[in-house]
């Protein structure tokens, strides 16, 4: 059973960017999506004009970006659960994603734009490390006991954040309110090649440290105490981790908007179909797969317009959200 389904990830790998990419307004077929590869990167046959524009500057580091996003939302929200031992924690419902928007929607509304590409995922990084200090204050020196007050502490503080954002939206221009509120919702729209090195880079050189450390992490999912037993500082490594997490979500947060519910759902279902391992690169790969093609559903669900990526998300998460809920409750019983 693990041999298919690892085949079938290999099958969706290889054939996701040729065809998450021949989707949207403009006709665009597989073999043209190759051609322009061929075209681009190896200098192989002629340019299509148009449909090369597209394709290279608008499509395919839009799939890139959303691939980036919904990995590192995976890695940040399999690392939350298991160093936190909740398995509802996700940078959406923990607090970090609104405060990471808190935190770009004023970079937005009081910065200029010429220092935007500074301020935005500064103030994104600020506000998501300020939802973790929150959180950290509210539960505790004794995390490990205060596993359903760390979520309800983070949903407070998603709403309170949230609260926030919609005031400096209130205050502001109404041109200014409507393009971020549609970014708050969560879109790759503006992505370009010049825009991928920072959240490529950060999801990249965070992954590396997690998997460097995937040992002691792992040994977390055995409670505090057996962790001290191995020598780990449980301490340190878990605010390390959140840190790493906050870090991941705020740049993701700073370049494609609030997109919910990706860390609850992908490491459940990867657990779900891995049982008793622990993949992290695995999860991040099954979440950038999911990310383009939830894409895909968001350009293409409706005529000549673009639902926002948060809106999609936030309904299966609820529903998944739901299920976690109604099965730990079975178990309980």
Known sequence: MEYLLFGVLALLTLSTPFAATSFGAASISVIDVFSVLSHKLF??????????????????????????AGAGLSIAGSVLQTVTRNPLADPYLFGISSGAS????????????????????????????????????????????????????GVAISFMFGAMASLMLY?????????????????????????????????FICTLIILLY???????????????????DVAHLRLSMLLLCSLITAILVANCGGIGFIGLMVPHTV??????????????????LFMVWVDVLARTLLSYQELPVGIITSVMGSIFFLFILGSRGAKRI
């Open 43 to 68: 200098n192989v046959g002629e340019s299509l004009g148009v449909r090369e524009r597209i394709i290279w500057e608008l499509r395919l580091p839009r799939v890139l970006l959303a691939f980036i």
């Open 214 to 232: 995937k040992r002691q992490i792992v040994a977390m999912r055995a409670g505090d105490e057996t962790a001290h037993t191995l020598g780990i």
């Open 102 to 153: 808190f935190g770009a929607v004023v970079a937005l509304t009081l910065f200029s734009q010429s220092i935007l590409w500074l301020s935005l995922p500064l103030g994104a990084f600020i506000g998501a490390s300020l939802s973790v200090v929150m959180v950290l204050a509210l539960c505790g020196r004794n995390l490990s006991t205060q596993v359903e007050r760390m979520l309800l502490s």
């Open 271 to 288: 657990r779900l179909l891995f049982p008793g391992r622990y993949p992290l690169l695995l999860t991040a790969l099954v979440g950038g």
């Open 171 to 203: 205050f502001s221009s109404p041109q200014a309110a409507a393009s971020v509120l549609f970014w708050t919702l969560g879109s790759f729209a503006k992505a370009s090649w010049q825009g991928l090195w920072l959240p490529a880079s950060v999801v």
